[in-house]
Nanobody, 113 residues
Framework: QLQASGGGLVQAGGSLRLSCVASGSTSSINVMGWYRQAPGKQRELVAIITRDGSTNYPDSVKGRFGISSDNAKNTVYLKMNSLKPEDTAVYYC?????????WGKGTLVTVSS
């Protein structure tokens, strides 16, 4: 249902763009989001975007990360700028809607200092 890609190794201060392609009942999706889980830590919200384009970010990434969507391609992107070592984590894509809650397999982002 969700295929995430775009992770990799980047130096601190660098940028990456993650992509998440949704398939199946995409018309039922109301919100798509990115979450991350660092080793030994709980999974946390990184960014969400609603069907009408509203976005929300936690303070830890606000101003550095940007979520966007291409509805024609059923794809959500996460552009990450000014990356820090503490951004190192497995990033997961999630879609929620009426009667649905799907998680994609994660993509690893490693930020070296």
């Amino acid at each position: 249902q969700l295929q995430a890609s775009g992770g990799g190794l980047v130096q601190a201060g660098g940028s990456l763009r993650l992509s998440c392609v949704a398939s199946g009942s995409t018309s039922s999706i109301n919100v798509m989001g990115w979450y991350r889980q660092a080793p030994g830590k709980q999974r946390e919200l990184v960014a969400i975007i609603t069907r009408d384009g509203s976005t929300n970010y936690p303070d830890s990434v606000k101003g550095r990360f940007g979520i966007s969507s291409d509805n024609a391609k059923n794809t959500v992107y996460l552009k990450m700028n000014s990356l820090k070592p503490e951004d190192t984590a497995v990033y997961y894509c999630r879609s929620t809607g009426v009667g649905m809650d799907y998680w994609g397999k994660g993509t690893l982002v490693t930020v070296s200092s």
